[in-house]
C-alpha cells in the first residue's frame, strides 16, 4: 500500500465529547467519524484493525470446530415473544414495524434466531455437538451513547452459540471456547483476565467474562494475587469480616443528630468510627396480583460498605425484580423521612434483610426512625429481631479476606471485551428446540452462547497501549506493520529507489507495510505515524543513505537504530518480533 493510493485523516484535536483516550485517539488518528450518538463511519484505517480482529477470531473459531453463518441484523418480535424477552430486555431493545404494521428488532443479541435455526435444522443426537457463530451488526439503543466505541449503540460482535445432547457435552464446549478465548486475547497482543461472571439478561448457570487490564474499564475485577481467584465485582463473594458476634456492652440510647443524614456525618458528630454504623437501604416490590400492597424490604449494610444490586436481585423475594422506595413510601413504613430511618421500631412491618458483617455487629449505630435522632448502642436479639434473612449484599472492597481463604483480596479495573455463557436449556426450553435421542425419545438441546465484542476490541487495545504520541498498536492488531517513510521522496533518486525496493521486499516476505510517498515534512510524516501507531517505522534519507544505512525505530522506543541499508529487510524483520 502506498500512502499517496490510501486516504490518513489525522486530526490536531480530538473532538469536545471525547471523554477516554480510545475515542480521542481513534478519531484523531482518522480511524472513526461519527455519524450520530454512539454510531460511527469505520474510515479505511480502523477498518483495517477491525479485519485483524475478525481474522484472528475466524481463525481460532474454525479452529475449535465452530462453524460460520450469518444471521439477519433484523429480527422477527415472534422468536423474541417466544422467549419472554419482548418484555423483558427492555428500553435497549429497538423495536421496529415493517410496512405491514409487523414487529420486528434490530438484534442486540441472537438466541432466539440461532435456537429456531437449531430447532428447524438440528433432528437427531448423531448431528450433535454443533456450534455455530457469526460476526455481526448489533444494535443496542443505549440511553446515553458514551466513549466512543466503547459503548456505543451500533457495534460489531462475534457471537458463538453451542448446541449439545447433555450437560457434560455442553461443558466439553464451553471449556473449548474458553480456551480458544485465552488464544485469541493472547494472540491479540492483550493483557487480560478471565473472571467469573453474573450472567445478566442473556441468563444460564455458569458465565466468564474476559476483561481487558486498562484503568478507564468501567468494570471492577476482584482478584486474589496468591491464586487463581477472580471474578467481577458484581459477583464476587463478600465474606463476614466479623468472625463473631460479641454480648452487648452498651444500653441503646437515642441521640440527637441534627441534620446529619449521612453515615459519615453521624460517626463525625458522635466521634464513632464508621465501620460502627449500619447503614439502611429500602426497595420496594410490586405486587404480584392487582389491589395488593407494595412490599417494603429493608437492607442494611456497614456504613463503609456499598449495596450490590446484583446481588440483591438473587435474593428470594427480590429476584422477580425491585425498585428503590419512593420517599413517600419510606415516610409511611418508617414514620421518618430517608436519613434517620432503621430497622428498630418500624412504623408498618418490613422484610429486614442484613448483610453478612451486620449480622455480627453489636453496639451498632443506627437511624432512629424519628427526624435528627440516631440509636447508639443497638444490639441484635436485645433490642430488635434476629434479621429474618443474613445474605452477602456488598460489593468486595480492596483488602478483603479471599473466598479461597489464602491472601486478601485486590481489585483493578478492566474492560469487557468477551463474556463466555453456559445457557443450559433456557432457550431450547422456551422454543421448544428438541432432538431425538439414541432411544428416539426427545430431548432439549443443551445450550452455550459466546460473545467478543469486536468493535470494542479496538477502543479496549487503545486504552491498554497508548503514549502521549498516540496508540501504540501490537502488531497482530496494527492497521500496518511497518511504514517505511523516505525523507525528500520529491527531491531524492537514490531515496525513491532505496525506499522502494524495501518496500517491495517486505511485501514479498508477507509484511503488511505503507510506503509513505506524500513527500511531506519529516516532522508532519513522523508524528502522523506515531498517532496511528504503527509497530515498525523505517527511515530513508538522503543524509544516511550517504554512510550506506537507514533508520529503524519501534513504536516503544524512543530513538531510531542505524543499520545498513543493504540489511533493511533482515533488520525490519527482527524489530517486528519484538514488537509481538
Not at 435455526?117 to 440511553?143: C, G, M, V
Request: hydrophobic share 40%.
Amino acid at each position: 500500500m502506498r500512502a499517496s493510493q490510501f486516504h490518513i485523516g489525522t486530526l490536531k484535536e480530538a473532538p469536545s465529547d471525547a471523554e477516554i483516550v480510545s475515542h480521542q485517539l481513534m478519531t484523531r488518528a482518522g480511524m472513526i467519524r461519527k455519524l450520530a450518538g454512539g454510531i460511527y463511519t469505520y474510515m479505511p484505517l480502523g477498518l483495517r484493525v477491525i479485519r485483524k480482529i475478525e481474522g484472528i477470531i475466524r481463525e481460532e473459531m474454525d479452529r475449535a470446530g465452530a462453524l460460520e453463518l450469518l444471521m439477519p441484523v433484523v429480527q422477527p418480535a415472534e422468536l423474541w415473544m417466544e422467549s419472554g424477552r419482548w418484555e423483558q430486555y427492555g428500553p435497549e431493545l429497538l423495536r421496529i414495524k415493517d410496512r405491514h404494521g409487523r414487529d420486528f428488532v434490530l438484534q442486540p443479541t441472537s438466541e432466539e434466531v440461532i435456537t429456531d435455526i437449531a430447532r428447524n435444522e438440528i433432528h437427531s443426537w448423531r448431528q450433535l455437538p454443533k456450534n455455530f457463530y457469526h460476526i455481526q451488526t448489533k444494535f443496542r439503543d443505549e440511553r446515553r451513547p458514551r466513549f466512543g466505541v466503547m459503548r456505543g449503540r451500533e457495534f460489531t460482535m462475534k457471537d458463538a452459540y453451542s448446541f449439545d445432547r447433555d450437560e457434560a457435552g455442553a461443558q466439553k464446549s464451553y471449556d473449548a471456547m474458553y480456551e480458544a478465548y485465552v488464544r485469541i486475547f493472547t494472540r491479540m497482543g492483550l493483557t487480560f483476565r478471565a473472571v467469573a461472571a453474573d450472567t445478566g439478561s442473556i441468563g444460564g448457570s455458569r458465565s466468564h467474562e474476559f476483561q481487558v487490564i486498562a484503568d478507564t474499564g468501567e468494570d471492577l475485577i476482584v482478584y486474589n494475587p496468591a491464586t487463581q481467584y477472580a471474578a467481577n465485582i458484581e459477583l464476587a463473594e463478600a465474606p463476614c469480616l466479623i468472625a463473631q458476634r460479641a454480648a452487648p456492652s452498651q444500653p441503646m440510647q437515642k441521640v440527637p443528630t441534627p441534620g446529619r443524614t449521612k453515615c459519615e456525618a453521624v460517626a463525625e458528630l458522635l466521634g464513632l468510627p464508621l465501620t460502627s454504623h449500619v447503614k439502611s437501604v429500602v426497595l420496594a416490590v410490586e405486587p404480584e396480583e392487582a389491589g395488593q400492597p407494595v412490599q417494603i424490604w429493608l437492607l442494611l449494610l456497614r456504613a463503609d460498605h456499598e449495596l450490590n444490586e446484583i446481588k440483591a436481585g438473587k435474593i428470594p423475594g427480590l429476584d422477580r425484580g425491585y425498585r428503590f422506595a419512593t420517599d413517600a413510601e419510606i415516610v409511611e413504613h418508617f414514620g421518618c423521612v430517608p436519613g434517620f430511618i432503621g430497622p428498630v421500631g418500624t412504623a408498618k412491618p418490613v422484610k429486614i434483610v442484613a448483610d453478612r458483617t451486620v449480622a455480627n455487629m453489636h453496639d451498632f449505630v443506627t437511624g432512629a426512625n424519628e427526624a435528627d435522632h440516631h440509636y447508639t448502642g443497638v444490639n441484635w436479639g436485645r433490642d430488635l429481631p434476629e434479621p429474618e434473612l443474613v445474605a452477602d449484599l456488598r460489593n468486595v472492597v480492596e483488602g478483603d479476606p479471599a473466598p479461597d481463604g489464602t491472601g486478601t483480596l485486590s481489585i483493578q479495573r478492566g474492560i469487557e471485551v468477551g463474556h463466555v455463557f453456559f445457557l443450559g436449556t433456557k432457550y431450547s426450553a422456551a422454543l421448544k428446540a428438541t432432538y431425538l435421542d439414541e432411544t428416539g425419545k426427545p430431548a432439549l438441546m443443551q445450550m452455550g452462547c459466546y460473545g467478543i465484542g469486536v468493535t470494542r476490541l479496538v477502543g479496549a487495545a487503545i486504552e491498554q497501549h497508548h503514549d502521549a504520541r498516540g496508540i501504540i498498536w501490537p502488531r497482530a492488531l496494527a492497521p500496518f506493520e511497518v511504514v517505511v517513510c523516505p525523507v525528500g521522496w520529491g527531491k531524492s533518486e537514490a531515496v525513491r529507489e532505496t525506499a522502494t525496493r524495501l518496500y517491495k521486499e517486505l511485501k514479498q516476505a508477507g509484511v503488511d507495510v505503507i510506503l509513505d510517498d506524500r513527500d511531506e515534512r519529516p516532522g508532519v510524516m513522523f508524528a502522523d505515524w506515531e498517532l496511528i501507531g504503527v509497530p515498525v517505522r523505517v527511515t530513508v534519507g538522503d543524509r544516511g543513505l550517504k554512510d550506506g544505512v537507514i533508520e529503524i525505530q519501534g513504536r516503544r522506543e524512543d530513538a531510531a537504530s542505524k543499520v545498513p541499508a543493504a540489511d533493511g529487510l533482515s533488520a525490519v524483520l527482527a524489530k517486528l518480533g519484538q514488537a509481538n
